[in-house]
């Protein structure tokens, strides 16, 4: 069975061996200065290089990044989304251009990963009011044999509504049974693995499109996903980095299902590495979403028995994620703030508890009573919510 730990070392000797440079991983916590709360992408650290500042280490760069996406929060527990998850990628900083880089891309997942070029199709951008399609990529996969399925929107990449952007194209690996059948847009069998995006553009707040004088080549391939196929699990959640958590938690808490235990991987572990990363919970910004992922985590915990506590999670779980993550914060100081979120969390609960069982709100709450509420007595919308669907559940 191929490792994670050797898929990594496999992805970086590859384009080591083609020139490029290792940087080492971020934390999730972007630079002072910087506007977003989370590092999201691979190439998020690389921004002001991909700009144009020359990079120390030259113009061919490659990275594992820790990143954080919450956007997906409601889809984790299915079997490929993760909230923290790491990402694999290279980088042509206005060096090579996006032909050699599928090419590369392509060699590296058939020959050093295995991976038969009869369960691969990829997607590329056909072109829209502003850019016309990207004829390049289309005959480069054309040349390899591999199917293209050109697509409008999903095939532009941008960073937000303004700043870099380019069209990409996206390798997917069949993960269905028997022959590959239908496209990436039309069967969800075909996983999205590798992205590549031929940043060419900057986007101004005005929607017009200025080139870059430097174009490069950014690419960002999810770890966890190409682990699942190479190891041939149904899910992210079976992988071998995954193990310690899908063998400790069904027997800490049972009786457990399949999605509360993928839930509850996923939220701690991902509560660790960012506490690992020395964010604090607190009830805006970057602590907010932290308070709010081990809140989620605490009430799939609670659904079933609510003397289910996070002081049985052993010591070694806590080791572990952050070793991976190579932090050095210390597994007892993250336990401690996880044991001081538990207790808070548990009174503000019973508080909420005692506030609704009053007769003023028995029936739907209105905006005003969530307003008052949240206000009078520090209850969250999303916390009365949550104690109204446990209302209706006990009734
Ligand atoms: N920026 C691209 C992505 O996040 C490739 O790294 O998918």
């Known amino acids: 069975m191929i490792t994670t730990d050797h898929t990594v070392r496999t992805f970086h000797e590859f384009f080591r061996d083609r020139g490029h440079e ?172 590798w992205n590549h995006v031929m940043m060419r553009y900057v986007r101004h707040p005005d929607g017009s499109l200025e080139p870059l004088s430097r174009p490069n080549i950014d690419t960002g391939l999810g770890l966890e996903r190409l682990v699942r196929i190479l190891q041939g699990t149904r899910s992210v959640f079976e992988i071998d980095l995954f193990q310690p958590w899908l063998t400790t938690l069904p027997r800490l808490w049972e009786p457990l299902d399949e999605t509360s235990v993928r839930r509850l991987s996923d939220h701690l572990r991902s509560s660790i590495v960012v506490l690992g990363d020395l964010v604090v919970p607190s009830p805006t910004g970057r602590g907010h979403v932290l308070r709010r992922l081990i809140r989620r985590m605490l009430t799939t915990l609670w659904r079933d028995d609510p003397t289910r506590s996070l002081s049985d999670l052993p010591i070694e779980l806590i080791e572990h994620t952050l070793g991976h993550f190579r932090q050095s914060r210390h597994p007892h100081d993250v336990r401690t703030v996880l044991l001081d979120e538990e207790r808070r969390f548990g009174l503000l609960l019973h508080r909420g508890r005692q506030v609704l069982s009053h007769r003023r709100f028995t029936g739907p709450l209105s905006d005003d009573d969530y307003r008052y509420l949240h206000d009078t007595h520090g209850l969250p919308r999303d916390l009365v919510v949550y104690l109204e669907t446990e209302n209706a559940t006990e009734t």
């Open 22 to 193: 290792l940087v080492p991983s971020e934390s999730l916590v972007p630079s002072p200065g910087d506007p977003v709360l989370f590092t999201t992408s691979g190439m998020h650290p690389l921004t002001p290089y991909l700009l144009g500042r020359p990079h120390p280490l030259g113009r061919r760069l490659t990275s594992l990044q820790r990143c954080l996406r919450t956007t997906d929060l409601d889809e984790v527990g299915d079997d490929t989304h993760l909230t923290v998850f790491e990402m694999l990628g290279s980088w042509s900083l206005g060096d090579y251009g996006g032909s050699p880089s599928l090419r590369w891309g392509c060699e590296l997942l058939c020959d050093g990963f295995g991976i038969d070029l009869g369960r691969m199709h990829v997607t590329v951008f056909g072109g829209d009011e502003q850019v016309g399609p990207d004829h390049e990529s289309w005959r480069t996969w054309d040349e390899l044999g591999v199917p293209v399925e050109p697509t409008t929107h999903e095939n532009w990449w941008s960073n937000g509504p303004t700043g870099l952007c380019g069209p990409d194209s996206e390798i997917f690996v069949w993960t269905g049974p028997g022959t590959p059948h239908g496209t990436p847009t039309t069967d969800d069998r075909w996983v999205e693995v």
